[in-house]
């Protein structure tokens, strides 16, 4: 089965643009996660959905905004970068929320100059 | 607060040695799950293993074994007869699913990862 895709894989912005990151859950995942892992850092949680509503919230910056459409993709919204904002943003998704197991997309790499 | 904490920055072995990776863990909560996660320099996160805090027996996966001991808050993992491939950051992460997160936080807290590196 097709694991969870992420677009696009590479991202380079200049500082207070905008960038948008989509995620492709993995067929019959309800529940979306979002991720950032920073260089040499381990991965934090930002904010997850849960069909289709906001189901919990991390350290995510009120510069950023995430949704989750009627296909259970999921679109991660950060505006006015900011030159820490580089890093690797991870979605990933699971059968249902909670502690089930959740399997994480190959990531996008976000650089802002 | 939920905490995962593994000590080894970094290991470098040569291969076909054993090597063990420790994570220990703290959470105020009865039901919680625990995670191994490989990152290969690809940078993709590889989820290895899942394991819930009422089951203690340990695992083998062909090299793979972890060792959950709850008296301890450890959940270690050994890699037997370690190969190069096997090289790459190893996090180990934790779920909380009872009351005191207000009955389950969505996101894992991971801990700073081990870097390991295998040696031909």
């Known amino acids: 089965a097709a694991g969870v895709i992420q677009s696009p894989r590479h991202l380079i912005k200049e500082k207070r643009e905008t960038a948008t990151l989509k995620c492709y859950p993995i067929s019959r995942h309800d529940t979306v996660y979002w991720y950032q892992q920073g260089p040499g850092q381990d991965p934090q949680f930002l904010i997850s959905?849960?069909?289709?509503?906001?189901?919990d919230k991390g350290s995510i910056p009120d510069r950023f905004s995430a949704q989750q459409f009627s296909d259970y993709h999921s679109e991660l919204n950060m505006s006015s970068l900011e030159l820490g904002d580089s890093a690797l943003y991870f979605c990933?998704?699971?059968?249902?929320?909670?502690?089930?197991?959740?399997?994480f997309g190959p990531g996008t790499r976000l650089t802002v100059l | 607060a939920q905490k995962v904490t593994q000590a080894q920055t970094e290991i470098s072995v040569v291969e076909k040695e054993d090597v063990t990776l420790d994570c220990v863990y703290e959470?105020?909560?009865?039901?919680?799950?625990l995670f191994w996660y490989k990152q290969p320099p690809s940078g993709e996160l590889v989820f290895l293993i899942r394991r819930n805090s009422f089951d203690e027996q340990n695992e083998i996966s062909g090299r793979y074994s972890w060792n959950f001991q709850k008296s301890t808050s450890s959940f270690n993992f050994t890699i037997t007869a370690s190969q190069v491939v096997d090289s790459a950051v190893y996090f180990c992460?934790?779920?909380?699913?009872?009351?005191?997160?207000?009955?389950?936080?969505?996101?894992?807290?991971f801990g700073k990862g081990t870097h390991l590196i295998i040696q031909p």
């Open positions: 959470t105020r909560d009865t039901t919680y799950y």
């Open positions: 959905f849960y069909e289709k509503m906001q189901s």
């Open positions: 992460a934790l779920s909380e699913a009872d009351l005191y997160s207000g009955g389950g936080a969505d996101g894992l807290t």
């Open positions: 990933a998704s699971s059968l249902t929320r909670g502690t089930d197991t959740q399997y």
